[in-house]
Every structure is written in C-alpha cells, then in structure tokens.
C-alpha cells in the first residue's frame, strides 16, 4: 500500500444466486487487516481496504441458500473503485449456469474494469463475471465441478482448472480462484498485492488461511461424461467401473461393448473427450484415493488393488494426475482418528 493516500475500494458483489459466507467472509477478513498490517507495508492512519457490499440493489438479498446478506450499495451508485470480488453463486441441479439474469451487473462490471478496476471471480462466481467478455482469450480457475459448462459455452476463455489462483490479463487485472474456499487464497493474494507479502502471512497466521501451492487438482473428483448418447461407449463406461484393475482394460471393454478396438477407442473420445487408456487411469486413480482417504495399506499393495503391477508407474500416474506423490495425498486427506466416529471403508471392485 505504500504510496496510497486512501483504502483500496473494494466491491464485493451480492446476488440473490450467491452464497452468503464468502460474501461476508471476504467482506470481514479484508475489513480486518488493518491491526495485522507489518511494518514499512502501511500508511499510518489508513486502513489498507474499504470493501462494502454491492449488488443489483440496496437492501436484503435472499441468498440462494435462503439465508439474507446485507447490500449496502446497488451497482448503479457505484461509479469507481479499484477491485470487483464476484464471489460463490448457486447453480441449477444439474452444475450449468442459467445466464442473462443480471445484465445490469455484468454492464457494471465491464465498466469498473474498463475504468481500472481489477475484477476478481472466486468459485463459480466466475460464471457470471464470464458474461462480461472481459475473459475471452485469458487464463481463468475457478470450481472443477464447472469445468465441462464453462468450457462449452467460453471456448475462448482458457480454462486452468488444476491451478487455485490465476492472474491474467492486463496489467493482471483479472484474477479468479478456484473451488469453494479459495476465496482464502484470492484474498491473502489481494493483500499482498495492495499492501506487501509480510502483511498477508500475518493475516494468514491469524485467520489460520493457507496457500493452496499445489494447486486444487488433489482435490477434483473425477465425473465422467454419460449423457453423450452413445450406449456402447455408455456400456464400456460402466463395466470398468466396477472392473478397472483388469489386465488389458481396453481390449475388455471393446468386448463388453461389441466394437472392436479400434472402434471403441474413436467413439469413447468422440462421447468422453478422453481415451479409453485416459478414462481407466483416471478411474484407478479415483480408486486409489479412496483406499489412501481410509486405509492404511501400503503403496504397493493399492497400486496391485487398483491395477498396475509397477508401483512406480502408478506413483508417477497418481502425481501426474493430482499433483501430490500417494503418500502426500494420504497426509492431507486421510480422515484422522476422531472420538466415536468409524472409518468407512474402501469401495471394492467387483
């Protein structure tokens, strides 16, 4: 903040599709840096962030899970600031994103950037500040579960799912996180931004926040396709599922499906996007997750479970696909020993 002679506006936006705890968390935890501010990175006298909450309207909003957040500006008496936070929003059943709703925002929006500001999406929120354009040929993270509607409906925007925080476009006024509580992430990097790096590990020794370094791929749940409508590749789908440590997986699955290889491996990426080899290991490391998350066998013995014979092939599949070695993945996930609580135990392949 050095050099600043006021606090960094900041506009958190609320929407009757937001969720409300990173609306006031984000709200709260930049309101609060004040006191945790390390010396040489302040201005005395100045608190380093002003945020408020702005939405379509002042007032109530009734947020989408039925809980209220408090707005006190609309949009339309909003004309600077210097960062737009959009954060969480609800989305349908299905994952996919309903836009069009809130054209006043997104104008909004686009006008705050284009008048300097730097727009910030945490989570899905990035769906509807999407609608601005603003993202159209820059990089962007935000939930993994929003992945396969973003990318069908933004092809130009390029999509880093695995990564936590992206900064991007010019002058890095565009910066998105990804799932849930990355907004943590979003704002301890705001802080170091606008106000130094020793400010921002303050703030996360406080609050007990932590940097995401590796990223949020550990943390994506493989969801194959399955409505694409072709029912051999559907057939195949679901046999491995249930069989994935089999020798020679895609030969088998051909069978199942009665196509030959060949076959079965155009329509399987033509319908999943993926090769049949790609859909099995991501299938055996979805399995191995659950076995490392609630037992305690050894490396080798899961690698044997889940289908490879070489432990080492299977430690560099599982690094390459989360991120983390198997034992680092055990470390941060597996469920600790809690009073009257049970381990569940690992799914078996039939």
């Known amino acids: 903040m050095s050099g600043r002679n006021r606090p960094v506006r900041v506009s958190v936006v609320a929407m009757p599709e937001a969720a409300v705890s990173p609306v006031t968390g984000i709200f709260e935890t930049l309101a609060g840096v004040g006191p945790l501010v390390a010396e ?36 339309g008496d909003v004309d600077e600031t210097d960062v ?24 909004w929006i686009r006008r705050m950037h284009e008048g300097g500001a730097t727009v910030c999406s ?39 799912m695995d990564e936590v925080l992206v900064v991007s476009g010019e002058g890095g006024r565009l910066v998105t996180s990804g799932a849930a509580t990355a907004w943590h992430d979003l704002v301890l990097y705001l802080v170091a931004r606008y106000v130094g790096p020793a400010t921002a590990q303050s703030l996360a020794r406080y609050h007990l926040l932590q940097w995401h370094h590796d990223g949020q791929a550990a943390f994506q749940v493989f969801e194959p396709p399955t409505g694409h409508g072709d029912s051999a ?49 991501r299938i055996r490391v979805e399995a191995a997750k659950r076995r490392l998350e609630t037992t305690r066998e050894p490396v ?29 993945y055990r470390r941060r996930f597996r469920l600790p020993a809690l009073p009257g609580v049970t381990q569940p135990e690992p799914e078996r392949s039939g």
């Not at 929120?125 to 069908?152: C, I, K, P, Q």
């Not at 399987?268 to 290991?281: C, D, H, K, M, N």
């Not at 070489?310 to 991120?323: I, M, Q, V």
């Open 40 to 75: 040489g990175e302040g201005d005395d006298g100045v608190d380093p962030f002003a945020p408020e909450v702005v939405g379509p309207s002042a007032g109530h909003v009734k947020a989408v899970t039925g809980l209220f957040a408090d707005v006190q500006r609309s949009v």
């Open 84 to 107: 737009v936070i959009v954060p969480s929003m609800g989305l349908r059943p299905d994952g996919g994103w309903v836009p069009g709703r809130s054209p006043a925002v997104v104008d």
């Open 122 to 160: 945490a989570c899905s929120g990035g769906l509807l500040a999407a609608e601005t354009g603003l993202y159209d040929g820059a990089e962007v993270t935000m939930h993994w579960s929003n992945e396969a509607w973003f990318r069908e409906h933004h092809p130009d925007v390029r999509v880093r």
């Open 233 to 281: 590749v559907l057939t195949a789908q679901r046999w491995i599922e249930d069989n994935h440590p089999v020798a020679r997986p895609v030969d088998e699955m051909a069978e199942r499906a009665g196509l030959t290889t060949r076959t079965l491996t155009r329509r399987f990426r033509e319908a999943t996007g993926l090769s049949p080899i790609s859909y099995v290991q």
């Open 300 to 328: 080798e013995e899961i690698s044997w479970a889940v289908g490879y014979e070489d432990p080492a092939a299977f430690r560099r599949l599982f690094k390459r696909t989360t991120g983390l070695t198997p034992g680092e």
